[in-house]
C-alpha cells in the first residue's frame, strides 16, 4: 500500500460550502474542485440548495444557479468565505439520485458562472480508494447534530466496496462528530497519500444507531466528469494493471489505447455493456473482427456520436482501442462528450478487473 503523496494537493484549498438559494444562504452540503472553474457534489445537494425535493430526477433549469463560498478562506481581518463573495454555478453534469434507496449515481459537476474558482481554491488529486482500504479518512461537512455552522471535521474508515458501485465508511469512534447528511459531497482525504479516493454520498442520519455512510468512488466520478479525467487522475483512479493510458483529443474527437489482463471475448462483453448504459440508438457488434459500434442520440451539446472499440488479442490479454468522435463531421466542439464516452468505457475496464 503505497503512503507516497502525489504532490502539493491540500483539501482544505478544494473545499467549497453549497448554499441554499433562498435568503437564508445556508450550507446545505459541500462539494470540491476538480478544475480551476469546476466543482463536484451529490446532485440531491443541489436539489436541497434550489428548494426541490432530494431524490428529483429531472435537471434543474437554466435559472438555476446554486451558489457557493469558500468556508475555509480568511480574509486579513480573519472572517471566513469566499475572497470574491459568493460564487455563482452553472449545472455542467447531472447524474440523478436514486428515486429511492441510493446508488452510484447523484453526481453533478458545477461550473463557475463567470471567470474560474478563486485563486484561494485548488483542484485535489483523485486516486484508487482501494489503496486506502482500513486507512483513516477526513470529511469535511455542516453537522445538524449539534449543529456546526462553521464547519467541522470529522473521520471514518474505508471498509470496502458494496453492492451498486459503493464503498462502505464506517465511523471512527474517536471522532467528535458522527458523518451526517451535512457531509454530502465531501471528498474523502487520505492525507497519507495526498489524494482524494471518493466522495461521500450516503449518511445516516442523526440519531440513529448506524455509524456506517457511503461513498462514490474516484472512478465513477471520472466517468461521470471527465474534466477531472486526466491521464494523471486515470492512472491513479483505474486498476494497475491498465496502465499507460493516454486520450488524445483533437476537437470533439477523443481516442485512448490502453493494454488489458482480460480475454479479448471479456473486453468485447465488458465494452458492449458500457456502451449499452449510454443509451445509444444502436450497437452493431463484428464478433470476427472483434469490433463494436455505437451511435448515440442527440442531445444538448451534440448532434450524436460514434463510439467504436476495437480488440486485438495480446500474450498478457488484450489490446483495447476506443474512440469517440461526431455523426456530423464538420462539428468543432461537443464541450467534452468524446472524451467522456472514451473514459466511460476505460472505467468499465476498470471494473472489469477489479470483480475478476
Known amino acids: ?10 483539501v482544505t484549498r478544494s473545499i467549497v460550502a453549497v448554499m441554499s438559494v433562498s435568503g437564508n444562504r445556508q450550507p446545505v452540503g459541500v462539494g470540491f474542485a476538480i478544475a480551476n472553474d469546476q466543482v463536484l457534489t451529490c446532485a440531491h445537494v443541489v436539489n436541497a440548495a434550489i428548494g426541490r425535493p432530494l431524490t428529483e430526477q429531472t435537471p434543474p433549469g437554466r435559472t438555476a444557479h446554486p451558489p457557493l463560498i469558500v468556508p475555509l478562506y480568511d480574509d486579513e481581518a480573519g472572517h471566513p468565505g469566499s475572497p470574491d463573495g459568493v460564487i455563482l454555478t452553472d449545472l455542467l453534469h447531472w447524474s440523478p439520485p436514486a428515486s429511492e434507496g441510493f446508488g452510484a449515481g ?7 458562472s463567470t471567470g474560474g474558482l478563486p485563486s484561494a481554491v485548488a483542484p485535489v488529486a483523485l486516486a484508487d480508494p482501494r489503496d486506502s482500504q482500513g486507512a483513516p479518512l477526513d470529511l469535511f461537512g455542516y453537522p445538524a447534530s449539534p449543529p456546526r455552522p462553521m464547519g467541522a471535521w470529522t473521520r471514518c474508515s474505508l471498509v470496502n466496496r458494496v453492492a451498486g458501485g459503493l464503498w462502505q465508511l464506517d465511523q471512527d469512534p474517536h471522532a467528535a462528530l458522527n458523518v451526517q447528511p451535512g457531509f454530502s459531497g465531501s471528498p474523502l482525504w487520505d492525507s497519507r ?8 454520498v ?3 442520519t442523526p440519531g440513529s444507531a448506524a455509524l456506517n455512510a457511503y461513498a462514490i468512488p474516484s472512478n465513477h466520478l471520472l466517468a461521470a466528469c471527465p474534466t477531472a479525467a486526466t491521464e494523471e487522475n486515470l492512472r491513479r483512479s483505474t486498476h494497475s494493471s491498465i496502465d499507460d493510458i493516454r486520450i488524445y483529443t483533437r476537437h470533439a474527437r477523443a481516442t485512448a489505447d490502453v ?5 479479448p471475448q471479456e473486453c468485447l462483453d465488458v465494452c458492449y455493456k458500457a456502451l449499452s448504459t449510454m443509451r445509444p440508438n444502436r450497437i452493431s457488434v463484428n464478433v470476427r473482427a472483434r469490433t463494436l459500434e455505437a451511435r448515440t442520440k442527440m442531445q444538448m451539446r451534440t448532434w450524436g456520436d460514434k463510439i467504436s472499440v476495437a480488440v486485438e488479442p495480446r500474450p498478457f490479454g488484450a489490446h483495447v482501442l476506443v474512440s469517440s468522435e461526431p455523426l456530423v463531421r464538420m462539428t468543432l466542439t461537443n464541450y467534452g462528450l468524446a472524451r467522456s464516452n472514451v473514459v466511460r468505457v476505460l472505467v468499465a475496464l476498470s471494473d472489469a478487473l477489479e470483480e475478476s
Not at 106 to 112: F, M, P, V
Not at 259 to 263: A, P
Open 1 to 10: 500500500m503505497s503512503q507516497t503523496p502525489y504532490g502539493d494537493s491540500d
Open 106 to 112: 447523484d453526481i453533478a459537476c458545477l461550473q463557475t
Open 193 to 200: 497519500r495526498g489524494v482524494v479516493v471518493g466522495m461521500l
Open 202 to 204: 450516503v449518511a445516516a
Open 259 to 263: 493494454d488489458v489482463k482480460l480475454t
